[in-house]
């Protein structure tokens, strides 16, 4: 797998993943600044790195810690110490998968900041499972300079969740009304049309169509690009 490719590799099946929008993209802005505030003077820290962990799976870490150095034998960069993920409940058992994945590969720990339930877990390898970590406590590790603070990563995290979630709901809206609109003069959107309408994400597009619904004579009308 290419490292700048949009897709992860699991179980040997590509899996598409969609690119950052922007409050997503500063959730991990933020939190891999937050990290890169601790870490040493030897290590790096990134989003999004890819990293092979098998011959039929890649995982991309939200965020991960490596050594500054490159590898002796390879030349590319060394495989992560730390790897971070941020996680809402429901997603919590797909990065169980990854951090299983990530230590069997040899990430020494893999972090997971569960934004729902507020608070941080680390994966166990012996118990097979996530461990919940002190709320009050610090995460002391070689490749940390200082001691990342929990509380403090977990608030990093929240904070941009919270700024996720509300932008997501505003687009939510915009597409709830652009169905209103057409369904109100008379043009209910087909099944394909309401997909289309509810799969997009580009709130100017969006704003663009609620234009177009008070007006258009056609569902057509609002893709029509020209």
């Not at 590319?76 to 941020?86: D, I, K, T, W």
């Not at 590790?141 to 941009?160: C, G, Q, S, Y």
């Not at 609109?181 to 008379?186: M, P, V």
Request: overall charge negative; hydrophobic content about 40%.
């Amino acid at each position: 797998m290419e490292p700048e490719t949009r897709y992860e590799m699991v179980d040997g099946e590509l899996v598409y993943v969609s690119p950052a929008d922007r409050p997503h993209g500063r959730r991990h802005l933020q939190l891999c600044a937050l990290i890169e505030a601790h870490t040493g003077l030897e290590v790096e820290a990134a989003c999004d790195q890819l990293t092979r962990t098998s011959e039929s799976n890649d995982v991309a870490p939200d965020v991960s810690v490596y050594p500054d150095a490159p590898d002796s034998e390879t030349g590319g960069r060394q495989l992560e110490e730390l790897a971070f993920e941020v996680v809402s409940t429901q997603s919590l058992s797909k990065a169980a998968t990854n951090a299983a994945k990530l230590v069997g590969r040899g990430v020494r720990r893999v972090f997971a900041i569960d934004i729902a339930r507020s608070r941080a877990l680390e994966w166990s390898a012996a118990l097979d499972a996530w461990s919940e970590l002190d709320a009050a406590g610090h995460i002391e590790d070689p490749a940390l300079a200082a001691n990342a603070v929990i509380e403090e990563v977990k608030a990093t995290a929240r904070a941009a969740g919270k700024a996720e979630g509300k932008a997501e709901g505003k687009t939510e809206g915009k597409r709830d009304a652009v169905i209103m609109l057409l369904a109100a003069r008379g043009l209910l959107p087909d099944p394909v049309t309401c997909e289309r309408i509810l799969a997009e994400q580009d709130p100017q597009r969006l704003d663009r169509w609620i234009v177009l619904a008070a007006s258009c004579a056609a569902n057509a009308e609002l893709f029509d690009e020209t």
